[in-house]
């Protein structure tokens, strides 16, 4: 077989636009940094269904990892989100978790936090992200706690 100069240029754009795409979406979305087996995070101090008076306490427990600071290269760590009153959709679990009231940023590696809420029923859940606020892949999250807040 063989193939005439100008069908072979032609292969050889479409390869290297077949690339360049490859290689814009590689920039927009980082990649997911790959999470331990058996990497578990967890809500220490409240459990599905407690009552509490805001500003209250939340403790963000994790197994099978360690904390590290945003912006902190380091193999099998990340940091601590805390989601409030929504999920992740599929779609966000593969790129960096937004930050608002929210999501909750503790790119510092804090593993605790006051937070104020007003009354009513409120769901809470921790996710991980890596370096670059990107959840895992698996993702590191808690199951979600819905709380009451009086
Ligand atoms: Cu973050």
Do not use: W
């Amino acid at each position: 077989m063989s193939l005439s100069p100008r069908a072979l240029a032609s292969c050889g754009a479409a390869i290297m636009t077949a690339a360049l795409t490859v290689a814009i979406a590689l920039a927009q979305t980082p990649p997911q940094t790959p999470s331990p087996a058996g990497a578990a995070a967890y809500i220490i101090n409240l459990k599905d269904g407690d009552t509490v008076a805001s500003p209250f306490k939340v403790q963000f427990g994790l197994t099978g990892m360690g904390v590290a600071p945003a912006g902190v290269s380091a193999e099998g760590t990340g940091h601590h989100h805390l989601i409030i009153d929504t999920r992740l959709s599929d779609d966000e679990m593969k790129r960096p978790i937004p930050a608002d009231a929210q999501h909750v940023h503790f790119g510092r590696g804090q593993t605790e936090a006051m937070v104020t809420l007003p009354p009513g029923r409120h769901t809470l859940q921790l996710v991980l992200g890596d370096m670059s606020h990107v959840p895992h892949n698996p993702p590191v999250m808690s199951p979600v706690v819905t709380v009451t807040v009086r």
